[in-house]
């Protein structure tokens, strides 16, 4: 089936504008990731949500990301404010199904933020 | 705080050779250890996971070592091809919890 989708592959805004990211995940998989990664840099979490469970947003810079999961399926990352050291790779993952059920994570291919 | 790193950035092979990736992890209560794969413009794919009751793995042309004392992890790739130039992050959790923590990350260079 389809893999985890992301939109859009890239996004180049104004310091100070809001932006939306979003996530398709795989069908069925009832975990969802979201990790910024800076050049040249690793994975940085940001945000976990694990079905109808309250998400774990211990990653999350600042106040001014925020996410949301609607339905179990669809997730947006949403950066307000936004500054140039949010300028990163925003991936996102899911898990759920398989013989390594949630710790094996499904990639999508990220929205590459730049922020001028 | 806790955190995963890599003794080296860049890794320079001939394709054909040997690979050996390294990472050395933080938390000695991780028991669970993911190698992954990135290519240029994709998300990460997972390539081979270890237990902490393991301390080798092996895949198809891959093979993990976890050694526990020294809390460090290998990936070693046979017969590297150019088609393993990529870069390659370990992780590290604990069962039980969801989070995975990355390492910075290894960039694997194959030439022909």
């Known amino acids: 089936g389809a893999g985890v989708s992301q939109s859009p592959s890239n996004k180049v805004t104004e310091k100070g504008k809001d932006v939306e990211l979003r996530c398709d995940p795989i069908?069925?998989?009832?975990?969802l990731y979201w990790y910024r990664q800076s050049l040249g840099q690793g994975l940085e979490f940001l945000i976990y949500?694990?079905?109808?469970?309250?998400?774990?947003k211990s990653g999350l810079p600042s106040d001014r990301f925020s996410a949301e999961r609607t339905g179990g399926s669809v997730s947006t990352l949403t950066i307000q404010r936004t500054q140039q050291e949010d300028s990163a790779v925003y991936l996102c993952a899911s898990s759920g199904r398989g013989a390594r059920g949630i710790y094996e994570q499904y990639f999508g291919p990220g929205t590459r933020l730049t922020v001028t | 705080g806790e955190s995963v790193g890599l003794h080296l950035p860049t890794l320079s092979v001939q394709e054909g050779d040997n690979s050996i990736i390294n990472c050395a992890y933080s938390n000695s209560a991780s028991d669970y250890f993911i190698w992954y794969k990135q290519e240029s413009g994709k998300g990460p794919q997972f390539i081979i996971d270890?237990?902490?009751?393991?301390d080798k793995r092996q895949g198809q042309r891959v093979t993990v070592l976890l050694n526990k004392t020294v809390k460090h992890l290998s990936l070693q790739i046979a017969a590297t091809q150019p088609g393993d130039s990529a870069v390659y992050f370990c992780?590290?959790?604990?069962?039980?919890?969801?989070?995975?923590?990355f390492g910075t990350g290894t960039r694997l260079l194959v030439s022909p």
């Open positions: 992780a590290e959790t604990r069962l039980g919890f969801q989070k995975l923590v």
């Open positions: 069908s069925g998989h009832t975990a």
């Open positions: 270890i237990r902490s009751n393991m």
């Open positions: 949500f694990q079905g109808n469970s309250a998400p774990d």
